[in-house]
């Protein structure tokens, strides 16, 4: 099976050509030409690896690479910067914000392959750090894949939403609170309040069907997932 790229950039030219080297090396690409749809892309098909230009419209390529990198869907997939800019500034941003690596048009496309392939040989070798499937009393989060389960049954959950049950069910049995929940879903410059949390949280029970009663609230600090069915 061909490992998925995701160019995210918007001039056709730069896209028509790196379609062009990575399909000569067998990779599937997919491409977005904004930021917005970058990022459902990233979530959607979770690829091995994503181009991202950082002079987009629209949402720009750092703010995309933000968001990728706070998602506990997307976190893990490597981003390689590219950009017009030669800025040293934007450069540290990048790298700082969790980019894999970072390339200044104009590029050769050789050299990005090379680098890419670089990244996937060594994400390859990594141990698998993170578990892609966490579960908890009958509700199971398949990360890569994006999918929720209660039950057997697939739930219909906002990215906001998947984000915080996963949060939740990543620390069940213990007690979070929202300010903890805001931090891990919304990240920690969100200016979110605890009804922002609240809200969320009464939307995903009305989703978890018969398993609502697995979010328990602990009075005056925040909410609690099962970690036992009988419980
Ligand atoms: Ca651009």
């Known amino acids: 099976m061909g490992r998925k790229i995701l160019v995210i950039e918007d001039e056709a030219d730069i896209v028509t050509l790196l379609r062009h080297y990575f399909q000569q090396e067998h990779f599937d690409v997919v491409t977005a030409s904004n930021g917005l749809d970058g990022l459902s892309q990233a979530r959607g098909i979770h690829p091995d690896l994503i181009v991202l230009d950082l002079m987009l ?3 720009d390529g750092l703010s995309v690479n933000r968001s990728l990198k706070k998602d506990p869907a997307t976190s893990d997939i490597p981003v390689v910067i590219l950009t017009a800019k030669s800025d040293e500034t934007d ?3 990048g790298l700082e914000l969790g980019a894999d ?4 048009k104009p ?3 050789k050299e990005l392959l090379a680098r890419v392939k670089a990244i996937l040989r060594r994400t390859e070798h990594e141990p698998a750090s993170r578990p892609e499937r966490f579960s908890s009393a009958g509700v199971e989060l398949d990360v890569a894949r994006h999918e929720a389960r209660a039950g057997n049954l697939l739930l219909d959950l906002t990215a906001k939403e998947f984000s915080l049950l996963l949060a939740l ?3 069940s049995g213990r007690v979070l609170d929202r300010q903890m929940l805001l931090d891990l879903v919304w990240g920690d410059d969100y200016e979110g309040t605890d009804r ?3 809200v969320h949280i009464r939307r995903l029970r009305k989703k ?3 398993f609502q009663d697995r979010i328990q609230t602990v009075k005056q600090i925040g909410y609690k997932f099962m970690d036992r069915e009988d419980s």
């Open 196 to 198: 922002t949390v609240d």
């Open 169 to 171: 069910i990543k620390h």
């Open 101 to 104: 690596d970072y390339i200044v």
């Open 57 to 59: 419209p629209g949402l």
């Open 107 to 109: 590029f050769n496309p």
């Open 208 to 210: 978890l069907g018969h």
């Open 91 to 93: 450069r540290i941003i």
